[in-house]
């Protein structure tokens, strides 16, 4: 069993950053995929940024040169750092967890969940 726990959400003007965590338990961190997905209002869930077990990044188009995932497998974690946010990144965050090396690239791959972070980016 694995558990994720979000944090780093908040209020931010648009142009600005935030750097979102997610804390899992566990001890077989370094086996899982990790996914941030997003969900705003109105809109079904969709994948964010992505990250291998081995390293290897993937973001949607939407928010490539503005965001970067990464992990660190010594202290369970893994991170988003938004830059040049935008108003219509306004939606809550939520991490996910996959166990295996492959991409991930749909929301039924990820076994675990974490319960969200709300980001709100003001015009």
């Known amino acids: 069993q694995v558990q994720l726990v979000e944090s780093g959400g908040g209020l931010v003007q648009a142009g600005g950053s935030l750097r979102l965590s997610c804390t899992a338990s566990g001890r077989t961190f370094s086996s899982y995929a990790m996914g941030w997905f997003c969900q705003a209002p109105g809109k079904q869930r969709e994948l964010v940024a992505h990250?291998?077990?081995?390293?290897?990044?993937w973001y949607t188009d939407s928010v490539k040169g503005r965001f970067t995932i990464s992990r660190d497998n010594a202290k369970n974690t893994v991170y988003l750092q938004m830059n040049s946010l935008k108003p219509e990144d306004t939606a809550v965050y939520y991490c996910?967890?996959?166990?295996?090396?492959?991409?991930?690239?749909?929301?039924?791959?990820?076994?675990?969940w974490g319960q969200g972070t709300q980001v709100t980016v003001s015009s």
């Open positions: 996910a967890a996959g166990y295996g090396s492959m991409f991930k690239g749909e929301e039924y791959m990820y076994e675990y």
């Open positions: 990250i291998t077990s081995g390293g290897t990044t």
